[in-house]
């Protein structure tokens, strides 16, 4: 115990889970999770399938750092697997349907069973009562109504935490500010880009009490002083002051004792010399480590599909790295996902070929050599002492008739023998 208190802390209900100590926390995770694999592996075809390409089972769910073992999900799958390919249970248990609007190509279909949304309840009554609403408060919910998921999971979720709730759905913006005006409402549900444009409307309405109370509930502008409000369309500008008025300025030296912070899409998403000036920061380099101009930082956000890069962590990578992607790790672009926060991921790089190829040249009893890629050309590195043996004509219908098999064009032995790196 840390102090003595006169009065117990006050916990809202809602925020209790929060309060969950750490074991029993991961405990709790871990036996989800495994209940989740192995209800994914056992109704899921596609999860079953490539679960058993990786070799892995629900069993194998042992430590949630097991999770980095098991196939990840792509948006692309779900739209795949469209109408109920992904679905666990069966359709007689399920009780709602929703869709996405399928505007990149099949919509997204979610089925829920009671327990589903006894959860999504759950989760709803935990966001609005973090946002400081409750039993009194009377909730606008201007989310559409539909097949889309969003009104319905906010409208029972403010119902069930005990507040007034106005289902109004979205447009029509005039009766919407006139139904905030004579309910009294204190809390608004809606997208941020329809609330700029309650906002705008609000001005030209000249509803001047609601435009000030809008601008008080929501962060749509900066408040610097008493009824001093400064524009959406100033915002860089009013950061900027904030910047420079608090924040103590370093001095940098780009690529000598400072790298550049890029975020993951436009460090991964446009390299190369005649890339614009998109770095987010500078970060000071460790003291002796020499910089490069083809240098930069990565702020890795979430688990990674390498299990030693930690989420939250800085990681160094080179623009262009040189020699043997094998074995390293790498910064990488996801293709065929269409989740733009998921196009990107850290993983170690390994190539079947290149494995494929070596194993191919150990089994002909070379003892130190290594293959390199380039492009349909493959570059094989052996010892010095060997390579004598290497040049042989036996040994370059071998080398040839491996890497033709692995569909290569060219194979060509590098006369400067192996060399790490």
Known sequence: ???????????HPASAPDYVPVPQMRELQLGRLRATVRRAYQHVELYR???????VSPEDMRTLDDLARFPFTVKADLRDSYPFGLFASPLEEVVRLHASSGTTGKPIVVAYTEQDLAVWTNAMVRTVAACGLGRGDIIQNAYGYGLFTGGLGAHYGAEALGATVIPISGGNTDRQIMVMKDFNVTAICCTPTYFLHLLDRAAE????????????SLSNAVRVSERQTVAVDSFTRVLDQLYSKHVETVNVAPYVTHVPLFSLRAAAGQLGEDM??????????????????????????????EPRIPDGSLNLFRFRPVGSRQGKILLIQRLGTLDETARYTVKRYTSKKVETGEEEIKALGFRQYRVRFHGEVVRIEIAREEMARAMSVEMAERFTAIFKRLGLKYVTLDLEGYRQG
Request: charged residues 30%; hydrophobic residues 40%; without cysteine.
């Open 276 to 305: 614009p000036s998109a770095e987010e920061d500078w970060v000071r380099a460790p003291e002796g480590m020499r910089l490069g101009a083809d240098m930069f930082v990565a702020h890795v956000v979430g688990r990674s599909m």
């Open 205 to 216: 309405m000249g509803a001047e009490r609601y435009l000030l109370w809008l601008e008080d």
């Open 49 to 55: 399938q490539r679960m058993d390409e990786r070799n």
């Open 1 to 11: 115990m840390i102090g003595t208190y006169d009065h117990p802390a006050e916990i």
